[in-house]
């Protein structure tokens, strides 16, 4: 998921709030739509919280980590289930309905597929198996769950006496191989019927943390970008969404956590992401026009982390609602000129920002002249998502490319650099090396990040090669180039392929 920032930027309040066995602590605040900020509730600070963390617990109750199906995972979470009372008395109930159900269900909290196995390493917490060429994240690893002594030795020997139950009681109990009495800096409740309370522990509120939603992205309906926030993927178990209705939504990894955690990502409708995986969307549909009040980061064996947020979640645009406008035009040294057509009822969509390989770019464009979008002289030749926004409905765009009237044979590599054949647009070899896209050497393919990163990682600025360029994987540290001879092919938009050979 590669971020794609917006316009609803949030301050948020800063306080640590202490949570008992069974509950967590809320703070209410008073927001506008698009800006918030708020007064802290609470004085205590983090290294306050973390001490305190070791007191929470009872007892009478014995611990283990267990792998957890999401929807097991969330039902707790999304339901505010509370442990149990008396639990020195509690007994399995294994005729009591599976309260699950429903969230079971494709669509809901369901496993999360994969056409593809490459990500499963850089999610070490999510329950992940190789399927074929693809994969399926089923759950979350390692959960700390907690349950009464007098209830497990019921459940085991109900297990040993191979009795069955309606619910999920037998199973969970079934993966505690190892417990302790040291109770945990956060856990889950496993109550007599089989469910999971809400976590159990501390919650941090991060007052510098700011959020960004928008409704235009590669994954989802909808996107939400966190930045100065620290977050780790490898103790991230889970992300909660809760509205400004109360309701809360849970967040699965891979398809709605990326691997930068501070990208989330979900759908309302039916969306195909851009690896060709079908995206979730049923748990969220009732979402538009909703706003998101608090984000929240379940984190392994650490405090939570609340981020409070303002972040309108916008309606569908009207059928008929629509931007037209050149698909393809000339790059220009002294501006580059984009016509448009926007055709909608409402007169607040404005060009919000505009996408360049991934990102949002840095740079102004002109939008002095109604229907007529001026790129500077530092936007290349590329392809270019022109983003219009309203408060109210869904983002429109369209997206253009950039011709930068180079032929084949105007790019050459000479003396181990490349060159770029003297135009009247003053086009060189960096702002060439700039607008890779994507790149093969030998056998192996460069796309996605590293396809946009490769201009930079093989060549310097003035477009001699790197020849002990390296690239970072799952798998370690590569060489880009093999000793001997390398051919080479890089693409970029608004420029014709180039193929070469290098040698090293």
Known sequence: MKKSTAFCVLSVMVATVMVGCGSKGNTNSTESKSESKAESKSDATAEQTKAAASNIGNADYVYAKINVPYADYYY??????????????????????????????????????????????????????????????????????????????????????????????????????????????????????????????????????????????????????????????????????ETDDGKKYGLEHLENIWVKPAELAFAVEAFKENHGNDVDYLRYADMQGKTIKKITYLLADADDIEVDTSLYVTKKAPDGYKLTGDEKVNYAADGTKINYKLETADTKYKLSRIIYKNSNVKWTADTSTDGVVVLPKEAGPGKYQLIFSSDTYNDLSMTVTVDSGLKEGDIKFENNAIVVADNAQKIDAKMYLDGINSAKVNDTEYKGGKGRRFGKNAFNEDGSVKLDAATKGDDGEKPIFASGKNTVTLKADGYPDFTFEVNK
């Open 76 to 241: 707790g979470e999304v339901n505010n289930i509370a442990p149990e009372e008396n639990p020195a008395s509690l007994k399995a109930n294994l005729t009591a309905p599976d309260a699950v159900k429903d969230l079971r269900a494709a669509g809901q909290y369901d496993s999360v597929s994969s056409v593809t196995a490459q990500k499963m390493k850089s999610f070490p917490v999510a329950d992940s198996e190789a399927v074929g060429q693809g994969s399926q994240y089923k759950g979350v690893v390692g959960v700390n769950v907690a349950i009464s002594k007098s209830l497990y030795e019921d459940a085991k020997k109900a297990i040993e006496e191979k009795k069955t139950s309606e619910n999920a009681l037998l199973t969970l109990v079934g993966e505690m191989t190892t417990t302790t009495d040291t109770t945990p800096t956060e856990y889950k409740v496993l109550n007599s019927d089989g469910t999971l309370s809400k976590t159990v522990g501390n919650v941090t509120k991060d007052d510098k943390a700011k959020a960004e939603i928008t409704s235009t992205s590669k994954y989802g309906n909808y996107q939400i970008d966190l930045s100065d926030i620290n977050l780790d993927i490898k103790n991230v178990q889970g992300v909660l969404l």
